[in-house]
């Protein structure tokens, strides 16, 4: 019996795994309409507040019996200087109940928990047994990494290529809010990118393996005070943000050869994206509740020490 705690920038979540089924429970921090993000003191205070309803609800799910391990997310990455304040609560409610359970607590990082979660959410975790590439999608990270298995930490993800300037998650939520969206915007961007006909011809701008995202903004916003469907601009963005990931896909392949790719991180979630690659590639794209923040990833992450 395994629990794991994560609380990202926008996201309270909790996770049980009894080393076969998951069962999670999270919840959306609050962003006021209109705005674009939360400071980390907001998403601290939220996060305090959310906690302790999740994981009541879970206990009521979920038989515990003995807890055998648990994990929490410390840090956006497992890299030297990682650090954001709103890890610092799930991390404190871990220690807590590791503490009062006499159960074993392991540390590591969002990142990490992404990863898992989607290789668990597509039924392949025996990747973690040799190198793959997988992308990081979020707000926060646009990243491509190269993962190696790791004694200490499950798994090790090194970046090979990331985005110089605006995250994939900025573009999209950047652009959902200049449309009237709530925040976080992915969904129903994506609807609406669905719901165009228009076709686009895109050059991503690249430098090297990596790529630059900071004009599809400045695009969207002109296409706005041009008074453009709002639809065709959602298609834009998003088609402009798919072209740059296969740019990077390619060049990643030809340099490191065919290993198996996993998309991980809200971001991915997206339809086009998924049509667009998946086929291609033979990608694996983590399911919608998994690509999201979630504790699913730090839940297997203790099972996975644990052995």
Do not use: W
């Not at 992915?186 to 228009?198: F, N, P």
């Not at 900071?214 to 798919?242: P, T």
Request: charged letters at 20%; one cysteine or more.
């Amino acid at each position: 019996m395994f629990l794991g705690f994560d609380t990202s920038n926008y996201t309270t979540s909790v996770a049980f795994f009894d080393g076969k089924a998951v069962v999670q429970k999270k919840k959306l921090l609050e962003v006021k309409q209109g705005e674009r993000g939360l400071r980390q003191s907001d998403a601290v205070f939220q996060h305090t507040v959310h906690m302790p309803a999740l994981a009541a609800s879970l206990a009521e799910e979920c038989d515990f019996g003995r807890i055998d391990g648990i994990a929490v997310s410390t840090r956006p990455r497992n890299i030297e200087g990682s650090y954001m304040p709103c890890f610092l609560v799930g991390e404190s409610i871990a220690a807590a109940v590791s503490a009062f359970c006499g159960a074993p607590l392991y540390k590591t990082s969002h990142q990490v928990g992404h990863i898992l979660a989607a290789l668990y959410s597509v039924g392949v975790p025996e990747l973690i047994h040799s190198p793959f590439v997988a992308f990081h999608l979020s707000g926060g990270t646009t990243e491509a990494l190269l993962v190696t298995p790791d004694k200490e930490e499950i798994i090790q993800a090194k970046r090979i290529a990331e985005s110089l300037d605006l995250k994939a998650g900025q573009a999209v939520d950047r652009t959902g809010v200049m449309l009237g969206l709530k925040f976080p915007c992915g969904a129903e961007l994506d609807k609406m990118a669905q719901a165009s006909g228009r076709e686009f011809k895109i050059k991503p701008s690249m430098k090297g393996l990596d790529c630059s995202l900071s004009g599809v903004e400045n695009k969207a916003r002109l296409m706005l005070q041009q008074k453009e469907n709002h639809n065709d601009i959602a298609k834009f963005v998003i088609s402009y943000l798919a072209e740059a990931i296969e740019k990077m896909t390619a060049g990643i392949i030809k340099e490191y050869g065919n290993l198996p790719i996993v998309f991980a991180g809200g971001v991915s979630g997206n339809s086009m994206l998924q049509n667009k690659l998946g086929k291609k590639y033979g990608a694996y794209f983590a399911k919608p509740e998994y690509s999201c923040d979630n504790a699913a990833g730090v839940a297997v992450y203790a099972y996975l020490k644990s052995l």
